[in-house]
C-alpha cells in the first residue's frame, strides 16, 4: 500500500541568512492572519514598519546558529523525517514547510501527482494555537480545494498531553535531567493574549484568574494554548519525577506592544538569578525541533542575561529533534489519526 502519506509540517526558515531572504520569509510569516490578526491594511502597515530594521536583525541572528546543512529546523526536520520513515509503511513521508521552502501546496500536488490518495497531515506542534496549526490545516485543506486534488485529509490532532509523548520527552531530556542543577525552566513560545480571548468559547473564563489556565475546564483547555502548556509542563515535571519548586513555565518570544501571555521567559531568568538559582536547565516543548528561538534566543541571549544576572550556568536542554523513542511515538500518533 503506498497511496496514503505522512506530511510532517513544521513553521519554515528563511532560505539562507541574507537580509533579502529573511525578509522575503517575514514578509510571509508576519503576513498570515492567523499570526497577525489585524484588518488587512493594518497588518500590512504594521509588517512594512517591522520589514524596515528586524530582517538585518533577524539574519544576524540565524547566521549565528546556521549549519553547514542550513537551517537547524529544516535539517532536523529532515532528520526525523528519516527516523519516522520506517514506522510508516503506508506510503511515502514527506516534509513541508509553511513558511519558506519545501512550501505546503507544493508538496501536496506532488504527492497527488504521485498517485496519492490519502494523507495524514502532522503538524508538528504539541499544542493548540491558531497562529501554528490552523493556519496549517487551512492552507492545506485550501490548496486541496484551489488545485482540486482528489486527497482525503487526516489531521493529527495536538498531542500537548499524550503519554507517550510525554515519556518521549522525559526520555529526550534524560541525559541533562540527572546532572546536578538547581532549577528547570520549561520556555514554550508565546502569544498575545488575545489570540487566547477570542477563542475562548465560554467568553468569560480566559485569563479572568491568576490559575484560571490551571483549571480550565475540558471545553477551554480544547482551545487555550496556555492551559495546555501549563498542562505539558506539569505532566513533564511528574513524569520525569521533579519536585514542586524545583521546576516552573513561562513563555518566551514576545514581538512588538501587546499584552501577551505571562510569565515571561526573560522576567524568570531574573528572577531565578536573583533568587539564588546557579546552574539552570532550560527546555522549550512548544518545539520540537531546535530553531532559532531556541538555538540563540535561549542558548545564547538567554545565557548571558542569566549569567549577568547572576547565574553561573544555563544549559539548554535539545527539543526532542529526531530521537528514536519520539520517530516512533510521533508515527504511533499518526496512525492512530
Same mark, same amino acid.
Given at each position: 500500500?503506498?497511496?496514503?502519506?505522512?506530511?510532517?509540517? +513544521?513553521?519554515?526558515?528563511?532560505?539562507?541568512?541574507?537580509?533579502?531572504? @529573511?525578509?522575503?520569509?517575514? +514578509?510571509?510569516?508576519? /503576513?498570515?492572519?492567523?499570526?497577525?490578526?489585524? &484588518?488587512?491594511? @493594518?497588518?500590512?502597515?504594521?509588517?512594512?514598519?517591522?520589514?524596515?530594521?528586524?530582517?538585518?536583525?533577524?539574519?544576524?541572528?540565524?547566521?549565528?546558529?546556521?549549519?553547514?546543512?542550513? !537551517?537547524?529546523?529544516?535539517?532536523?526536520?529532515?532528520?526525523?523525517?528519516?527516523?519516522?520513515?520506517?514506522?510508516?509503511?503506508?506510503?511515502?513521508?514527506? @516534509?513541508?514547510?509553511?513558511?519558506? *521552502?519545501?512550501?505546503?501546496?507544493?508538496?501536496?500536488?506532488?504527492?497527488?501527482? *504521485?498517485?496519492?490518495?490519502?494523507?495524514?497531515? $502532522?503538524?508538528?506542534?504539541?499544542?493548540?494555537?491558531? !497562529?501554528?496549526?490552523?493556519?496549517? @490545516?487551512? #492552507?492545506?485543506?485550501?490548496?486541496?480545494?484551489?488545485?482540486?486534488? $482528489? /486527497?482525503?485529509?487526516?489531521?493529527?490532532? &495536538?498531542?500537548?498531553?499524550?503519554?507517550?509523548?510525554?515519556?518521549?520527552?522525559?526520555?529526550?531530556?534524560?541525559?541533562?535531567?540527572?546532572?546536578?542543577?538547581?532549577?528547570?525552566?520549561? !520556555?514554550?513560545?508565546?502569544? &498575545?493574549?488575545?489570540?487566547?480571548?477570542?477563542?475562548?468559547?465560554?467568553? !468569560?473564563?480566559?485569563?479572568?484568574?491568576? +490559575?484560571?489556565?490551571?483549571?480550565?475546564?475540558?471545553?477551554?483547555?480544547?482551545?487555550?494554548?496556555?492551559?495546555?502548556?501549563?498542562?505539558?509542563?506539569?505532566?513533564?515535571?511528574?513524569?520525569?519525577?521533579?519536585?514542586?519548586?524545583?521546576?516552573?513555565?513561562?513563555?518566551?518570544?514576545?514581538?512588538?506592544?501587546?499584552?501577551?501571555?505571562?510569565?515571561?521567559?526573560?522576567?524568570?531568568?531574573?528572577?531565578?538569578?536573583?533568587?539564588?538559582?546557579?546552574?539552570?536547565?532550560?527546555?522549550?516543548?512548544?518545539?520540537?525541533?531546535?530553531?532559532?528561538?531556541?538555538?540563540?534566543?535561549?542558548?545564547?541571549?538567554?545565557?548571558?542575561?542569566?549569567?549577568?544576572?547572576?547565574?553561573?550556568?544555563?544549559?539548554?536542554?535539545?527539543?526532542? +529533534?529526531?530521537?528514536? #523513542?519520539?520517530?516512533?511515538?510521533?508515527?504511533?500518533?499518526?496512525?492512530?489519526?
Amino acid at each position: 500500500m503506498t497511496d496514503h502519506a505522512l506530511l510532517l509540517v +513544521n513553521l519554515g526558515s528563511p532560505a539562507s541568512t541574507s537580509v533579502a531572504d @529573511v525578509r522575503r520569509y517575514l +514578509n510571509q510569516f508576519l /503576513m498570515d492572519p492567523y499570526v497577525i490578526d489585524l &484588518p488587512w491594511p @493594518v497588518r500590512r502597515l504594521l509588517v512594512s514598519l517591522i520589514l524596515i530594521k528586524r530582517p538585518e536583525q533577524s539574519a544576524h541572528a540565524y547566521a549565528s546558529i546556521w549549519w553547514d546543512e542550513g !537551517s537547524p529546523l529544516v535539517v532536523l526536520t529532515r532528520r526525523l523525517q528519516a527516523a519516522i520513515t520506517p514506522h510508516w509503511p503506508h506510503g511515502p513521508v514527506e @516534509v513541508a514547510m509553511r513558511y519558506g *521552502q519545501p512550501a505546503l501546496p507544493q508538496v501536496l500536488e506532488r504527492l497527488a501527482a *504521485q498517485g496519492v490518495r490519502k494523507v495524514t497531515l $502532522a503538524p508538528l506542534y504539541p499544542q493548540f494555537a491558531d !497562529s501554528t496549526v490552523t493556519t496549517v @490545516v487551512e #492552507q492545506a485543506r485550501k490548496t486541496l480545494a484551489e488545485q482540486k486534488l $482528489a /486527497m482525503e485529509l487526516r489531521v493529527l490532532q &495536538p498531542f500537548y498531553d499524550e503519554p507517550d509523548y510525554i515519556d518521549a520527552l522525559v526520555a529526550s531530556a534524560q541525559p541533562y535531567l540527572q546532572q546536578e542543577y538547581d532549577h528547570l525552566l520549561l !520556555s514554550f513560545h508565546g502569544l &498575545p493574549e488575545r489570540h487566547l480571548k477570542k477563542l475562548d468559547p465560554t467568553g !468569560s473564563h480566559c485569563l479572568q484568574s491568576a +490559575n484560571c489556565c490551571e483549571t480550565a475546564c475540558p471545553q477551554v483547555r480544547k482551545v487555550c494554548y496556555r492551559s495546555q502548556c501549563l498542562a505539558s509542563a506539569a505532566a513533564f515535571a511528574k513524569a520525569a519525577g521533579i519536585p514542586d519548586g524545583k521546576w516552573s513555565a513561562s513563555f518566551q518570544s514576545r514581538l512588538g506592544r501587546a499584552k501577551w501571555i505571562e510569565p515571561y521567559t526573560e522576567t524568570r531568568l531574573d528572577e531565578l538569578a536573583a533568587a539564588g538559582v546557579k546552574k539552570l536547565l532550560v527546555m522549550c516543548p512548544a518545539f520540537v525541533a531546535d530553531c532559532i528561538e531556541t538555538l540563540e534566543e535561549i542558548g545564547d541571549r538567554g545565557k548571558e542575561q542569566f549569567i549577568e544576572a547572576g547565574g553561573e550556568a544555563l544549559v539548554l536542554v535539545p527539543c526532542l +529533534n529526531d530521537h528514536p #523513542q519520539w520517530a516512533q511515538v510521533l508515527a504511533g500518533m499518526c496512525e492512530k489519526a
